[in-house]
């Protein structure tokens, strides 16, 4: 149903604005714990698998509790889960920061996790949806998610550069004082109540008719590559360019751009990934108000898959990593507003941050699996390559399981008999 306030809504609005703030300053730091991996595991003496369990589990976390903090978001208010998710999330960067033994900072990343989740998309995209028209919501989750895809672009280098000066304890401090900056954005973030019919709406009821439905278990199982892929790589791709990648060319044009050494290429390979995804949410954001959701999410999966495919076919060079990172930079986000959009047209506003928390779990099992199999198979064989194929594979699974979603709201489809997706 469409609140008659939002019938006119602009797109740029202060819910909006707010919704980016809380995205970019929580997935800058999330982006950059890959880049913490090698100089934890050298001060320890951990194994690839230990730190890669930590980041493995802090992903689950955030699964988990992404229907949960979207269920305190549609019962007692978006902002006091947002609160909620800036204190777990400072807490436990804090905490971390004291952790000496790999248990210690594998526990210490479920509050992390947690506090991710408060302020991550599950959250953010149902409060900016919302507050948006028909016309614009399409593109304003693009322009929200591609918020995240900013902050990633300066969060692996900000690491890089801190940890040149501190140490990677007084890192994950400052980071902490800088996630507890977004409740400044809070004033911001007040979107249209829910109509009264909305209101009474239960959310067990419809919480059940969605589980029911077979296209929400097919968009459950399709998001699951895209955490797989997403966790995989902002976990290990930069240590995996550092040991896999040819050296930089003292004649070539990184050299000239300050790119020196591998290690500095993995932390700009993050960064191009989030600069070229700013372009590609935004762009997907656009065309899921013109074209089927489920062919463009289908089209994006192939597209990684691809992607994927031919990097790890190929010799990998310093050009190789700059051109695999723009290629799946451009497609890196580009299925959360199209997923979300999915969720929200299908199965309504009114507990959109629930329904697209329970999917989002999906995503997050797959970040967990593909976080903790590149530590694990990298411990056994001493390389990526096995689980950089496994995520090619789960890739086509994607594409292929979301072309027989029904693309049609659910109530039309219960009360109006069989309409064409």
Known sequence: MTDARTASTPLITPVLIGGCIVLMIGFAIRASFGVFQIPIAEEFGWLRAEFSLAIAIQNLAWGIGQPIFGAIADRFGDRKAIVLGVLCYAAGLVASSFAVTPGAHQLLEILVGFGIAGMGFGVILAVVGRAASDENRSMALGVATAAGSLGQVFGAPLAEALLAVYSWQQVFVIFAGIVGLSLFALPMMRAPVASKPQIAEAMGPILARAIRDP????????????????????????????????????????????????????????????????????????????????????????????????????????????????????????????????????????????????????????????????GSLYDTTGSYVAVWWIGVGVGLLSAIVHLPIREVPLDRRTTSGVVPA
Not at 299 to 313: E, K, M, N, Q
Not at 327 to 333: H, P, Q, S, T, Y
């Open 215 to 374: 296209s929400f278990g097919l968009i459950f199982i399709g998001f699951f590559s895209c955490g797989y892929q997403l966790g995989f790589i902002t976990a290990h791709f930069p240590a995996m360019v550092t040991e896999m990648c040819g050296p930089i060319d003292p004649n070539g044009v990184l050299y000239s751009l300050g790119i020196t050494s591998t290690s500095a290429l993995g932390a700009i390979a993050i960064a191009l990934i989030g600069a070229a995804n700013v372009a590609g949410t935004l762009y997907a954001g656009w065309l899921g108000k013109r074209y089927s959701r489920k062919k463009l999410l289908a089209g994006i999966y192939l597209g990684r898959t691809v992607a994927a495919a031919l990097f790890i076919a190929m010799p990998i060079t310093p050009t190789s990593v700059i051109l695999f990172s723009v290629a799946m930079g451009a497609l890196w986000l580009a299925t959360v507003p199209l997923t979300s959009g999915l969720v929200g047209y299908i199965y309504g506003l009114r507990y959109m941050a629930t329904l697209y928390g329970l999917v989002f779990f999906s995503h997050q099992l797959g970040s967990f699996l593909g976080v903790w199999l590149g």
